[in-house]
């Protein structure tokens, strides 16, 4: 009887206690405006914000240069703590940035106050809102800004950011 109910036990725990979704670290919209500022807005947010908040678990990978001047990085991808994976493409002459946020499953609503606090982070005098199912966040004039967009796959939380004109 001892076995037949260690084994239901050991079926049933895992369903029971099955993991949670991941949760990003609240950002601290002060000390990332500041650092921004300080740096001249040089850096990507979220990049600053992952170097703050995360482990850097690898240099930077896929590095791509501009083929001008002073050939600086214009694309990389980088691994951080917690499975995140953070890329970079600016490659483009006048073409924005664009970024993407690979997390473990991440549940939606903290994402959502998440992107809000990284657009606080680096205000703009552009209006931005949510699209009606909360996946999008971009200029409410579909003009220039910053647009982030959030893409749930089986496995994983993507987010993926564009600013420009």
């Not at 931005?128 to 003009?143: A, E, L, R, V, Y």
Request: proline share 3%; net charge negative; with cysteine.
């Amino acid at each position: 009887m001892k076995s037949r109910l260690s084994i239901l036990l050991f079926l049933i725990l895992p369903i029971l206690g099955s993991a949670q979704d991941f949760e990003l670290k609240k950002p601290n919209v002060e000390e990332l405006n500041a650092e921004l500022k300080k740096n001249n807005y040089s850096q990507d947010v979220i990049y600053l914000y992952l170097n703050r908040n995360y482990k850097a678990e690898s240099e930077k990978l896929e590095v791509k240069k501009y083929s001008y001047s002073d050939y600086n990085i214009c694309a990389f991808k980088q691994k951080f703590e917690s499975g995140i994976v953070y890329s970079e493409e600016q490659c483009r002459e006048a073409g924005g940035i664009t970024t993407k946020l690979i997390l473990p499953k991440t549940e939606k609503q903290s994402l959502i106050q998440w992107v809000e606090l990284i657009f606080k982070s680096s205000p703009m005098n552009i209006e931005h809102g949510w699209n009606s199912d909360k996946t999008k966040f971009g200029p409410t004039d579909d003009g220039a800004g910053c647009y982030f967009e959030i893409k749930q796959t089986e496995k994983n939380t993507e987010i993926e950011m564009y600013c420009g004109c």
